[in-house]
């Protein structure tokens, strides 16, 4: 029998071109929202950088740690260059231009963009498919995480809206589809869409999963 890992190679390096670019996107939005953070607690330029960039390559960094692949910005100046000017962005435009949300509206993209980049990732490395689906919710959450502890706020992993449930969607979904055979620019783009739907929508009406109640 060919492993699980092997048999979805070929379909995973079909894709690989679109890699770098929803990785470039995933990380530019992650740092605009660590950039909007700082805003929001008026603190200096080097707090906006800071917070840029571990939001922006955070959850990426774990990630390459636990699959054994060298960290990506480590190698090439691009992401942190990336996060430093989305820090720029965010620091020389009115507070004003940006909605009251847009923090959270580019959470969600960047969730629903590394959650499949993250996946697809630990695929390319060899990974079977279900840790490579759990890679990419680590990569999709954990940049927010580290976020959220360094502003003083609860994580939003621990909040009751839908958050980590729609990475879970994002990547679970684009894993399931690449194992069945489906086209990698597809399987993106259904998981990332899939994501993105179900956090926008719990961002707009506040959706959660029950919390646990003692029978």
């Known amino acids: 029998m060919v492993p699980a890992s092997l048999s979805v190679q070929p379909v ?5 071109w679109l890699m770098p670019w929803l990785d470039m ?9 660590g950039a909007l953070a700082a805003a929001r607690m008026r603190k200096t330029l080097v707090t906006f950088m ?6 922006g390559v955070g959850g ?19 992401p942190i260059a990336i996060c430093l000017g989305a820090a720029l962005l965010v620091w020389f435009t009115p507070r004003r231009i940006w909605p009251e949300q847009a923090l959270e509206w580019f959470d969600g993209i960047g969730l629903a963009a590394y959650s ?15 840790p490579a689906a759990i890679m990419g919710v680590v990569t999709a959450c ?7 502890m360094l502003a ?31 086209y990698g620019w597809a399987a993106m783009a259904a998981g990332f869409l899939g994501g993105l739907i179900l956090r926008f929508a719990a961002i707009r009406w506040q959706l959660g999963l029950p919390a646990y109640k003692d029978l």
């Open 12 to 16: 995973v390096d079909a894709s690989a």
């Open 25 to 33: 996107a995933a990380t530019a939005v992650f740092a605009l929202s």
């Open 50 to 55: 800071f917070f840029g960039a571990i939001t």
């Open 60 to 78: 990426g960094t774990l990630r390459d740690v636990l699959i054994g692949a060298p960290v990506f910005w480590m190698h090439r100046s691009a």
């Open 116 to 130: 499949v980049f993250g996946a697809a990732k630990a695929l390319s490395f060899g990974i079977p498919p279900l």
């Open 142 to 148: 954990m940049g927010g995480i580290f976020r959220d």
């Open 152 to 182: 003083g706020v609860p994580s939003i992993v621990l909040r009751p809206e839908i958050y980590v449930t729609a990475a879970a969607l994002a990547a679970g979904g684009y894993v399931a589809l690449i194992s069945i055979g489906a």
